[in-house]
């Protein structure tokens, strides 16, 4: 397994990753990999599907899932932080086999992800460039991606902060704004400044619109929104002094994330009542229905349109970078624990899984199948291909995770010798799994009460979990495994000797 420091053979090349992360830099990989389209795009959506009181509760409720399993994460990257981190985790504390088709899931998911981000490019390209093929920004984007991942995870981290420091300022630049908007120092906003703001959640069925079912389908938005949060367990491996800095992130980021999200729709909707219909409008090619740039305009902002496709386009090249990273150094610890093969967990002198990078390149260039048909068909295509993907590697985080304390302390072991210790165990574990599952199984719950079954929605939505379950069942019966005993788990990460 990768250790804890960098070293090199004597023919150049590095024999560990390196710990070259700094705190700041897991700050912004986590914030940078869940700040993006859906904030500055999808959340109109949101709002106009489940009202302003609708999207707020969704985020208020998958927010507090997400903080458990940000915790759990936590106390387990603190105590090992490797850079597989799901699947060594879901192969020590659950079933061999289990943490085999997560570290696969988990790969797969961020491999198609960045092809995803890189048909986004051309759809947000397009907005400068309409004459240019857009396979062309593909190729060139593609290009920068690999250059970030290849040079160091120094220049990675450097990288992603500064693509995540763009989308803060956006974020609270346009909160700000905003608030000016509403309270009367800027030109734009309701008439009445907040009791017009108030007037405008009570706007039609406001603040909660088309039920339960709208709260539903806007949680499973939301989830996807949030999806990226988990990268700071990735990049565990690679940070300087994990112990500390692990749980120092999982406390800020999660936090600033809710907060941006939770004022960023309270801004949205007491300037734009939740009936506009350019809010229901949730296409990444078409910037202009963007409710940050709606907000801008009504500012004043001429140029609003053209700054929110530069943030979006940073926002689909963080995504793409980030995913690069991770599905790189999943692939590196598979092969490191004989789970693929063993040429992935070759390393540079730099320290960098070159090998496992470049088949990660190979997946992302499904891109360039929108030189065969239109970017936006390759564009759903793809995205249905990720599907439930992050939901079942967040899964996989709450059972490795109520697992891993059960065994811990059925050894005898006290939680306080913990680097971090999550808070509401067993509850928060068991929530977030609980809620995972419902958002899971519910993303497409419709096509079961047609008249007749949309099967097709069916099979492009739910293959993810059947595919997951062959991939972990196959493993157990061509090798054997089976689910860890408490008595047999293996504690050997850090641990704080108590004085």
Partial sequence: MPGTASRSSSSGAATELRRDLKARHLSMIAIGGSIGTGLFVASGATIAQAGPGGALLAYGVIGLMVYFLMTSLGELAAYMPVSG???TYG??????????????????????????????????????FP??????WSALFLLLMVALNAISVKGFGEAEYWFAAIKVTTVLVFIAIGVAMIIGILRGGPQNGIWGALATWQVGDAPFAGGFAALIGVAMIV??????????GIAAAESEDPARNIPRAVRQVFWRILLFYVLAIAVISSLIPYTDPQLLRNEVGDISVSPFTLVFQKAGLLSAAAVMNAVVLTSVLSA??????????????????GMAPKAFARLSGNGVPVLALLATTVMAGLCFFSFLFSPKTVYLWLLNLSGMTGFIAWLGIAVSHYRFRKGFVAQGHDVSQLPYVSPWFPFGPIFAFVLCLTIT??????????????????????????????????YRMAKGSRTVAYRDMRFDGHVTIKK
């Fill in 223 to 232: 989830g996807f929104s949030f999806q990226g949060t988990e990268l700071i």
């Fill in 131 to 136: 004459d240019v093929p857009g396979y062309w």
């Fill in 441 to 474: 199984l519910g993303q497409n719950y419709e096509a079961f009460l047609k008249d007749q079954i949309d099967w097709g929605g069916v099979v492009a939505t739910y293959i993810g979990l059947p595919v997951f379950l062959v991939i972990w069942w196959g």
């Fill in 320 to 337: 793409g970078n980030s995913g690069m990273y991770a599905s790189t150094r999943m692939l590196y610890t598979l092969a490191c624990q």
């Fill in 91 to 128: 192969a020590r504390y659950v079933d061999e086999g289990f943490g085999f088709a997560l570290g696969w899931n988990y790969w797969y998911n961020w491999a198609i992800t960045i092809a995803v981000d890189l048909v986004a490019s051309q759809l947000v390209m397009t907005y400068w």
């Fill in 85 to 87: 981190s799901f699947a």
